[in-house]
């Protein structure tokens, strides 16, 4: 697929610089927004409608955030491969609407581990779960979803949609996904450094 346009995006980020403008500038285009916790109070805040991700689920937020994304109506919306007849069908029986942009940035394990003094458990809590599923999960379907894992590419993200219809090129994706890959290389990396490490030391 050439390209692909924007309807619904799932916003949910630790690092906020940036955000609000973004997720304003796709909701202008008509996107629809998903969104999680602090992400989602910091965009309504600032008068961006959101949809919670507690309504697309069923689910509320639970044992302290851990347990939010990781869910079929998420993952089947970002996995599902949109010109395959029988994931359609799944789609439809299961009530899954698609989601073609994840932007999502991961815990800042990396931030939190070069504090002094930081402990094991705090490290361990810092270790992103969902954040790493969801965009491995888009990277992978880059035919069909486009994935944005750090601020610096909301500006280009955003001109190419308004030059496009809304649209994004098979190439800018392609890039987005190599870009998501590498992010999760580093962070595996980073966790598998520490770990390695006497964590009292």
């Known amino acids: 697929m050439e390209t692909v346009e924007i309807r619904r995006a799932l916003v949910s980020v630790s690092d906020k610089v940036g955000v609000v403008d973004f997720a304003r500038a796709l909701a202008e285009m008509g996107v629809v927004i998903i969104s999680t916790g602090g992400t989602a109070r910091a965009l309504s805040e600032?008068?961006?409608?959101v949809v919670p991700i507690e309504q697309?689920?069923?689910?509320?937020?639970?044992?302290?955030?851990?347990v939010k994304t990781l869910h079929p109506k998420v993952h089947g919306g970002i996995l599902a491969i949109k010109d395959n007849e029988k994931h359609l069908q799944d789609m439809k029986a299961h009530g899954i609407e698609s989601i073609d942009l994840v932007c999502v940035n991961l815990y800042p394990f990396e931030k939190t581990v070069a504090k002094p003094g930081c402990t094991l458990a705090e490290a361990i809590e810092n270790i992103d779960i969902g954040g790493p599923t969801m965009i491995r999960s888009s990277a992978?379907?880059?035919?069909?979803?486009?994935v944005v894992t750090d601020p610096s590419q909301y500006k280009g993200i955003i001109e190419e949609m308004?030059?496009?219809?809304?649209?994004?090129?098979?190439?800018?994706?392609?890039?987005l996904a190599l870009a998501t890959f590498r992010r999760t290389a580093e962070y595996d990396r980073a966790i598998c450094d520490y770990l390695a490490k006497d964590p009292s030391g």
């Open 46 to 49: 600032a008068g961006v409608e």
């Open 162 to 175: 308004k030059a496009n219809q809304g649209a994004l090129s098979v190439q800018t994706r392609a890039e």
């Open 140 to 146: 992978k379907n880059s035919a069909f979803v486009a």
């Open 56 to 66: 697309v689920t069923g689910f509320p937020e639970m044992m302290d955030g851990r």
